[in-house]
């Protein structure tokens, strides 16, 4: 009975709430299971009447849910009467400057500059001056405002950093962090300036920001994850995260090796997998960067099995794109040469589909089974001759002849499944 207060909140109906708290109905602090109150409710939906009439009923003005987040942070990114809410909260005794579970302020979610000034929020100048390199007009700025302007962020919670990094502006960077901007501040998407600098190519930017203490192992979000609800890990709070890409990965998309290398010295892990399972060396395979390729391999710590969310590791990858002096190298490195995804395709069934002979040759030579199957019971040469590969239909048979009486689960042998009478043929 206590959560009617919240649907009378939401909806607005100012008389309904009073009259629920003072029957002694709902307590006016009254929280769900994630900790919103009425407060935040109202707040959030910009209900100014019922924001005033809880506020005078008792309801605390910081009330925070299990996101640290208070009514004020609701009420900033309001869809409707936002500097009105506000300023009843404000009245109320909310606290502006209180931070979330994020450390966001709520002039940080506020997307209208006269509730972000109401809210305490930066000058906007700054973060514009930041990305046009204005360096006597961010000086002054800087001077007015002091430590609480420097690490402030623009309404998509970019940092003046981040600003100055997108736009290649490495003088305004210097001045910031002399003036002891955090590096490693990240915006609503996740990326720090060492993410927009690695995207820009910008390797000036990018010692600079290392020299600084940036952290190259800090990972970007893929927000699209949160609407899909495929979560990856919890941060520090508990709070479901879905990772990302750090700057390797972007670097590697790039094929910037200058980049790579600076971020690599500095400690960078090429290990770390995006949202997709990918390492960096996956999207250098990706990409048919053979000098990153042979960058990434060169590290220390480097998993030439690590396969992605499809369990593909680097070898899938080079059997369907015929690379086969970087195929020996991966097999020198310690391949598993015969590890399935999760169909069950190993690297041979891969090579066997495409039209690339010398592919296949290479996997054999280094000893990859012709006789394994994949999850629908086919053999590389069921693949091959599906695919009206002739060649290497004959090239499988020579390795393993008993290939070609293998049943898949549907019941079919490789010639049974052949594109044209010329696989037959050659299967016969």
């Known amino acids: ?24 109905l709902s307590p006016v602090n009254f929280g769900n299971q994630i900790g919103q109150t009425a407060l935040h409710i109202a707040a959030l939906h910009g209900n100014v009447e019922t924001v005033e009439v809880l506020l005078e009923l008792g309801a605390n003005a910081n009330c925070r849910n299990q996101r640290e987040t208070t009514p ?18 404000l009245k109320g005794g909310a606290d502006p400057d209180a931070r979330d579970a994020f450390g966001r302020q709520p002039y940080e979610g506020a997307e209208d500059e006269s509730v972000r000034h109401l809210l305490g929020g930066p000058d906007p100048n700054f973060f514009k001056f930041a990305s046009e390199g204005k360096l006597e007009q961010l000086k002054a700025l800087l001077t007015k405002g002091g430590s609480q302007l420097v690490d402030s962020v623009d309404r998509e919670g970019k940092s003046a950093a981040l600003c100055a990094a ?5 003088q305004v960077l210097k001045l910031l962090i002399e003036h002891g901007i955090d590096v490693n501040a990240q915006d609503e998407t996740g990326n720090t300036p060492l993410h927009a600098a690695a995207g820009t190519g910008n390797s000036e930017i990018v010692n600079l920001l290392l020299e600084a203490k940036a952290c190259p192992k800090i990972q970007n979000l893929r927000l699209n994850a949160y609407t899909s609800g495929q979560w990856l890990s919890h941060d520090t709070k508990g709070t479901l995260v879905p990772f990302d890409q750090c700057p390797l990965h972007i670097a590697a998309e790039q094929g910037d090796t200058e980049v790579a290398e600076l971020l690599l010295k500095a400690g ?3 290990s770390l997998t995006d ?4 390492t960096a060396l996956h999207i250098a395979l990706e990409e048919n960067d053979v000098e990153m390729v042979e960058l990434l391999l060169a590290q220390e710590g480097v998993n030439v099995d690590e396969g992605n969310a499809d369990y593909d590791s680097p070898l899938h990858y080079l059997a369907s794109r015929g690379r086969g002096r970087l195929i020996k190298r991966l097999v ?5 040469v015969d590890k399935s995804n999760k169909e069950g395709w190993t690297p041979l069934h891969i090579a066997a589909r495409t039209n690339n002979l010398d592919t296949v040759k290479t996997l054999l030579d280094a000893g990859c089974n ?12 069921h693949m091959a001759a599906v695919n009206g590969r002739a060649e290497i239909c004959k090239c499988l048979l020579q390795r393993c002849p008993e290939a070609a009486a ?12 052949a594109k044209n009478e010329d696989i037959k043929v050659v299967l016969a």
């Open 275 to 278: 949202f997709d399972g990918k």
């Open 268 to 270: 960078a892990k090429v």
């Open 166 to 170: 997108e736009h290649g502006q490495a």
């Open 72 to 89: 004020l942070h609701f009420a900033a990114g309001a869809k409707r009467n936002q500097q009105a809410t506000v300023e009843a909260l």
């Open 406 to 417: 293998v049943k898949n689960k549907e019941g079919f042998i490789p010639a049974d499944i």
């Open 1 to 24: 009975m206590a959560q009617v207060i919240l649907t009378l909140a939401r909806d607005n109906r100012v008389s309904d709430v009073r009259r629920a708290v003072v029957a002694g």
């Open 332 to 336: 020198d490195l310690g391949a598993a």
């Open 370 to 381: 012709p006789a394994l199957l994949n999850s629908a019971g086919n053999t590389p040469l």
